[in-house]
């Protein structure tokens, strides 16, 4: 598998964590090179939509440790291997930061994580999912900050 390297490390202000609403937003690649993704219903009329696993910080967490938690909890997958690739202020949300990781290694631990029934984890390749962008099918805001920034300037 090829190894992703960070040159730039993300300086984590920790007292910045308990000043306002955090979140992290994890780009998951499995040992092929795709991407692993959360598929959740919507709603009946609306359909399916695309997601990275996102989810928030917790008090007396910091962010690599909730890029960890949340990475498990949506998708039953474990790794040693996370690194932060940047920070998104998102506009008009209730979330004031959102740290954004890569995580490579993944190791599925849960063995027999299921999902709910409007929930499945898919994976798709890095192309697939810059065309989905492309055509507004993909458009979690954070998830499309992670791919681009690591796919462009990281990578």
């Not at 007292?15 to 690649?29: D, G």
């Not at 709910?116 to 898919?122: E, L, P, Q, W």
């Not at 999912?129 to 099918?137: A, C, H, K, N, Q």
Request: hydrophobic fraction near 40%; glycine fraction near 6%; proline fraction near 4%.
């Amino acid at each position: 598998m090829k190894e992703y390297i960070v040159e730039e490390k993300l300086k984590i202000n920790e007292s910045k964590i308990l000043e306002c609403h955090s979140a992290v937003c994890i780009l998951p690649i499995v040992e092929n090179g795709d991407i692993l993704m959360i598929s959740k219903m919507i709603n009946k009329l609306e359909g399916w939509d695309l997601e990275l696993p996102i989810g928030d910080v917790q008090y007396k967490e910091i962010p690599k440790e909730a890029a960890i938690r949340v990475l498990l909890t949506e998708t039953g997958m474990f790794t040693n291997k996370i690194e932060p690739i940047g920070i998104y202020n998102p506009k008009g949300s209730s979330i004031d930061i959102i740290y954004l990781f890569v995580a490579t290694e993944l190791m599925d631990i849960k063995t027999n994580f299921t999902c709910t029934t409007d929930t499945h984890i898919v994976t798709l390749s890095p192309n697939r999912l810059s065309d989905l962008i492309r055509d507004g099918v993909f458009i979690q805001e954070s998830g499309i900050k992670a791919f681009t920034k690591f796919y462009f300037l990281v990578r």
